[in-house]
């Protein structure tokens, strides 16, 4: 994988390269702000874009509106947004414009450099990765309509489980249930939920997002 790295923070932007380029990610740019990104994207074409959400100059969102800018310009790249806090409007705020290949963990997940270079991966192949803590919370909420109402419990858990960026071998696993087993729920959800084979979608990530959506659109969790 092609990768480049945005963070403001020398040590953190030094340390996440050096782990990734040990992991055999090639790291062929690094950067402390998004100045410039969309022309070097452009001219460097890569896989992923790693970049934190709180950047200069007023280190609120600029991290979202460079990945924003990044998939405007060039759609095929992927983009990781970094988050030290758990922000659920500002994922769902990503991913409901750009589905596809795009990310969003928080900084916490970076102790464990494969789960980062498995994020990469999953988002080289056209799927969306959302922190877990994320989707905890968003499962945790009440639910007014329900799309996903159809959905057996078990269905439920392999959904919120794509929607962290699982493979089907790593949901088995996960659930101590076959791979075959997974299949076959995948299968289901994608049928409950309305989603016909169709060569110009993605039908994990279409998934995804109507999960995302249905939850954040249901008000606070329940106490």
């Known amino acids: 994988m092609r990768v480049i790295v945005v963070d403001d923070a020398l040590l953190t932007r030094e340390g996440l390269v050096r782990l990734l380029r040990e992991a055999g990610v090639d790291v062929i740019a690094e950067r402390p702000d998004a100045t ?15 970049l934190d959400i709180k950047m200069p100059p007023t280190w609120t969102d600029e991290g979202l509106a460079a990945a924003a800018a990044v998939k405007s310009a060039v759609p095929g790249t992927g983009v990781l947004v970094l988050s ?25 997940r970076l102790s464990d450099i494969m789960v980062l270079v498995d994020a990469l991966r999953r988002l080289t192949d056209g799927e969306t990765v959302i922190d877990p803590t994320i989707v905890a ?5 009440r639910r007014r309509s329900d799309p996903l109402e159809a959905l057996t419990s078990r269905e439920r858990e392999v959904l919120a489980l794509l929607a962290e960026g699982m493979s089907n071998r790593a949901i088995g696993a ?49 106490r």
């Open 137 to 141: 919370r968003l499962v945790s909420r």
């Open 36 to 50: 410039d990104l969309v022309p070097l994207v452009e001219t460097e074409r890569p896989d992923v874009v790693v």
């Open 174 to 222: 996960r659930l101590f249930i076959a791979e075959r087993t997974v299949e076959t729920h995948v299968t289901n959800v994608f049928t409950k939920l309305g989603l016909g084979e169709d060569e110009t979608t993605h039908r994990r990530v279409l998934a995804v997002l109507t999960f995302l959506r249905t939850a954040d659109a249901s008000g606070p969790p329940e």
């Open 84 to 108: 030290q806090y758990l922000e659920t409007a500002y994922a769902m705020r990503l991913v409901e414009e750009f589905p596809e290949r795009t990310g969003y963990l928080l900084k916490d």
